[in-house]
Each structure stands twice: as C-alpha cells, then as structure tokens.
C-alpha cells in the first residue's frame, strides 16, 4: 500500500459519518479547501494524480470479481454529481463501471415496491456501479412531496402510516446491511452545497448558450422547498449512516474539491479491501507453460 499523505488521510475521513445520533447539517461547511490547507492548483493537480491510482485499485477489484461497490450520489440541483462522475472517473476501464441514473418512475416501476429497481441496477462482482439519485429519493424528494406517494401502488392505511419514514429509512438501513454481507462497499455521498452557490450555478446555466441545456424551470420550483429539503437530508444521513454504509458530507461550493474528496474516499474504500492481482496456481502455471509451447512451435 502507498505511504498515505496527511492531507488524504484528512480528506478520506474528515467528512465521513458512520453516527448519525447527533447529526447536524447546518453544522457542516459547504466549502471547506481553505481549512483543509488546499488551493485550487494544488487540489487539481492532485486529483489528476489520484485518477492513476483509482484506475490501479479498480483493475485489482475487476481481476478479483468477488468485492462491489457501490456509490450513492445524492445532491441538490446544479451541486455537480454529473461532474464528479466525469472527472473522478475519467481513468476507469468502463468495463468495471455501470452508471444509474435514476429517473421519475413509471408504470413498471411504480408497481413494485419502491427498492425493486434499486435491486435491478446493483453491480456485480468486480464491478463499481454509481447511483446518481437513489433509493434515498424515496426519504427526499417523496417526503418533500408527500403527494407522490398516491401513484404508487401501496395499500392507503400505509401511505397514511404516521412512522412511514422512519419504517423506510429502517427498511434502507437493512437493504444496505444486506448489500455488505454480500460483499458490497457502500459509500454514500451527499453534495452539500449553500442555497447562494446554487443560485450562482442556476445564472450561469441561463446567461450561457451553451449551458441552457442544463437548466429546467423545475429547478426553480423545487429551489422553493429548499428548507423542506435541507431537513429531508438530515433526517435520511441521521437515520442511515452506519460503519457499513458511511455518509460523506462533502462541502460542494468548490467542485474541484468536492471531486478530491470524493476521489480520496473511494481510494480509501479499496485499499483497504487489499486486494492483489490473481496469481494462478502450481497447475494453473503448468497449463501456461504448455500453452507457450504450443504457441512457440507453430509455424510463422
């Protein structure tokens, strides 16, 4: 294993939760470069180095085939989950990778309990698969809008539950226990990003051509709930973080240092699997070595 710098040590635990009990989110900074001692050179600079050893733990899990990841990306609007996704994992084999992204559910979806697809999109052995959104929209955005829960098909004494959730962040935790026991990492991270960064990030999507694509007028309805939302969050990390399944609360006003973070916490995550490169057995060797020979005596 590589001797670890302070910093990343720092950056790969500073922002983790495994408690919840005392969970607060107004209590977490949403930029935090400065007092992590970093500039933006410098932090770019490093997760360009950081991308080479993420490629290098990922080609061990892939080879090995039995350890998952899975990575849990929940966010406000405009907080930079697709970037992390682009730039964090610009030097993975796209072989090992599937990425989720999870939609407003239909008719199929909406027929099955709520994790049904959640089950579908887990990665296999060997695999990092990346949720953007999640099952947690489930304890989010359906909280914030409890008028979703109508189209879903649940019997209306529970829809109407006074502990529904609670009794899903409980069914979350469960899910989660059982994805661990299987050999699943779980690494959940929320963009916490301030309301005036966002609103910065929504004027330049709209005062920019080329990132008018970007920006829904949905944005600004949803931004109405913010505080409804900020609670939301707070109430799933408090109910879900675990040893198993930890949440990082990441300071997102800096994308640059969101995505070191990200990227220091996920290198973290393998190493400490330490995994090797599969090495054959005596028999094993011994049908490489007929194999050579076969392929030295052919003719050219």
């Known amino acids: 294993m590589e001797d670890k710098t302070e910093t990343e040590i720092e950056l790969a635990t500073r922002f983790r939760i495994t408690d919840g009990t005392n969970f607060r989110l107004s209590a977490c900074p949403t930029r935090a470069a400065e007092d992590c001692g970093l500039e933006k050179k410098t932090g770019k600079r490093r997760l360009y180095e950081r991308i080479g050893r993420l490629s290098e733990l990922q080609s061990r899990l ?64 060997g695999h990092i698969g990346i949720f953007n959104r999640s099952h947690y929209e489930e304890v989010l955005v359906t909280r914030v809008h409890p008028e979703i829960l109508e189209n879903q098909k649940i019997p209306q004494q529970l829809r109407k539950s006074p502990t529904l959730w609670d009794d899903r962040c409980r069914d979350i ?9 299987q050999g699943t990492v779980i690494l959940k991270f929320f963009l916490h ?32 709930y913010w505080d409804s939302y900020q609670n939301a969050y707070e109430q799933a990390i408090r109910n879900t973080a675990d040893v198993h399944a930890p949440w990082f609360v990441v300071p997102a006003d800096q994308k640059w240092f969101a995505r070191l973070v990200v990227i220091e916490a996920i290198i973290a995550a393998l190493e400490q699997l330490n995994l090797k490169m599969p090495k054959l057995d005596a028999a094993g060797r011994a049908e490489l070595k007929k194999a050579r020979q076969q392929l030295l005596s052919e003719k050219k």
């Open 62 to 125: 892939y080879a090995n085939g039995e350890w998952s990841v899975l990575i849990v990306l929940q966010a406000p609007d405009a907080a930079g989950k697709d970037g992390i996704i682009k730039h964090v994992m610009s030097g993975i084999n796209p072989e090992g990778v599937n990425v989720t992204s999870f939609k407003q559910p239909g008719p199929v979806e909406l027929a099955h309990d709520y994790l049904w697809r959640e089950h579908l999109a887990l990665p296999a052995g």
């Open 193 to 224: 990003l301030s309301k005036d960064e966002q609103r910065k990030r929504f004027l330049s999507r709209i005062d920019h051509p080329d990132k008018n694509w970007k920006f829904s007028i949905g944005d600004i309805h949803e931004r109405q």
């Open 173 to 181: 935790r469960h899910f989660e226990d059982y994805l661990a026991r």
